[in-house]
């Protein structure tokens, strides 16, 4: 495994993290906290120290899972977990944003993760006007001065002009971003100088363009009900998969795993401290971790 340093926090994470999404059970699975402790087991031994989780992945169940299975050995791990939704429903949120929807959720995260302090405490896709919130800022600092919280992030939705809360980060004490990045969505380019700028650290989420950089899907994929990928059209998935054949054609090296190089290719920019992808099993974890060793081959 090989670390890097996110951004002015100072923590050395490992390149490959475990994003955790999938373990709320949005993405056509439901995990009994065994796979959980199995997958994360792996990751560990694999010398992983990086998991991404989310106060809505689930209501909180994707922590509850997480804080059972790394229960006495929480200083393993560098936690990062975020704010600003609500889980009401499969696929469905509520915004609360305010500072004491913020603390609300925060005591929520502690207690659902065993623990009593969060490495990096993320904004959750919030729309500039609530990131511009001073009081929400104000109380983020008092939680972290409580030692609550260690660091601020700020996850970034796709949705909305990234460069105006990138650029705020130092407003709002934010030491590291989380952004869409991977060889179909480079839309977080734009904003890679404000983060060499600012020494902010980058982790690059859905690295595997949810699962279609992997290789495993060729156009005319179908996905069950349930899975969040199924809420896309047919003629949008053919549209990326036809994009993926064409980069597994073009770029990818023979002989070489394309989800491996698809992780590689997020990291050939040292801006990118790491990149948090989803896995379902051991096995996964491993081929990701794998991909650490392609980063300084891929141009």
């Given at each position: 495994?090989?670390?890097?340093?996110?951004?002015?926090?100072?923590?050395?994470?490992?390149?490959?993290?475990?994003?955790?999404?999938?373990?709320?059970?949005?993405?056509?699975?439901?995990?009994?906290?065994?796979?959980?402790?199995?997958?994360?087991?792996?990751?560990?031994?694999?010398?992983?120290?990086?998991?991404?989780?989310?106060?809505?992945?689930?209501?909180?169940?994707?922590?509850?899972?997480?804080?059972?299975?790394?229960?006495?050995?929480?200083?393993?791990?560098?936690?990062?977990?975020?704010?600003?939704?609500?889980?009401?429903?499969?696929?469905?949120?509520?915004?609360?944003?305010?500072?004491?929807?913020?603390?609300?959720?925060?005591?929520?995260?502690?207690?659902?993760?065993?623990?009593?302090?969060?490495?990096?405490?993320?904004?959750?896709?919030?729309?500039?006007?609530?990131?511009?919130?001073?009081?929400?800022?104000?109380?983020?600092?008092?939680?972290?001065?409580?030692?609550?919280?260690?660091?601020?992030?700020?996850?970034?939705?796709?949705?909305?002009?990234?460069?105006?809360?990138?650029?705020?980060?130092?407003?709002?004490?934010?030491?590291?971003?989380?952004?869409?990045?991977?060889?179909?969505?480079?839309?977080?380019?734009?904003?890679?100088?404000?983060?060499?700028?600012?020494k902010l650290g980058v982790l690059a989420r859905v690295p595997l363009a949810s699962g279609f950089l992997s290789g495993k899907y060729r156009r005319g994929a179908t996905f069950q009900a349930?899975?969040?990928?199924?809420?896309?059209?047919?003629?949008?998935?053919?549209?990326?998969?036809?994009?993926?054949?064409?980069?597994?054609?073009?770029?990818?090296?023979?002989?070489?795993?394309?989800?491996?190089?698809?992780?590689?290719?997020?990291?050939?920019?040292?801006?990118?401290?790491?990149?948090?992808?989803?896995?379902?099993?051991?096995?996964?974890?491993?081929?990701?971790?794998?991909?650490?060793?392609?980063?300084?081959?891929?141009?």
């Amino acid at each position: 495994m090989k670390y890097r340093t996110l951004g002015k926090t100072g923590m050395k994470v490992s390149v490959i993290g475990i994003g955790t999404w999938q373990f709320g059970g949005e993405w056509g699975k439901n995990f009994t906290s065994d796979e959980v402790r199995q997958i994360l087991a792996t990751g560990r031994d694999l010398g992983i120290n990086l998991i991404d989780t989310a106060e809505c992945y689930g209501d909180h169940l994707s922590e509850s899972l997480i804080g059972q299975a790394i229960a006495g050995e929480r200083d393993k791990w560098i936690i990062a977990t975020k704010f600003g939704h609500r889980f009401t429903g499969h696929l469905k949120r509520s915004d609360d944003r305010t500072a004491a929807d913020m603390r609300e959720q925060l005591e929520a995260s502690l207690k659902a993760l065993k623990t009593d302090y969060i490495d990096l405490y993320q904004y959750h896709s919030i729309r500039d006007s609530e990131f511009d919130n001073e009081e929400l800022r104000d109380a983020l600092e008092k939680e972290k001065k409580a030692g609550k919280i260690r660091h601020i992030g700020n996850s970034i939705s796709n949705g909305i002009d990234l460069v105006h809360q990138a650029s705020r980060s130092g407003w709002a004490n934010v030491e590291a971003l989380q952004l869409v990045y991977n060889r179909l969505e480079r839309k977080a380019e734009a904003v890679f100088d404000i983060c060499q700028q600012q020494k902010l650290g980058v982790l690059a989420r859905v690295p595997l363009a949810s699962g279609f950089l992997s290789g495993k899907y060729r156009r005319g994929a179908t996905f069950q009900a349930g899975d969040v990928r199924a809420a896309r059209t047919q003629e949008q998935i053919d549209q990326q998969l036809a994009e993926v054949e064409r980069i597994a054609k073009e770029e990818v090296p023979p002989g070489v795993d394309m989800a491996q190089w698809a992780l590689g290719w997020c990291l050939r920019d040292p801006v990118v401290t790491a990149v948090i992808p989803g896995c379902k099993s051991p096995e996964q974890v491993k081929a990701n971790a794998a991909a650490a060793e392609l980063v300084e081959t891929i141009e």
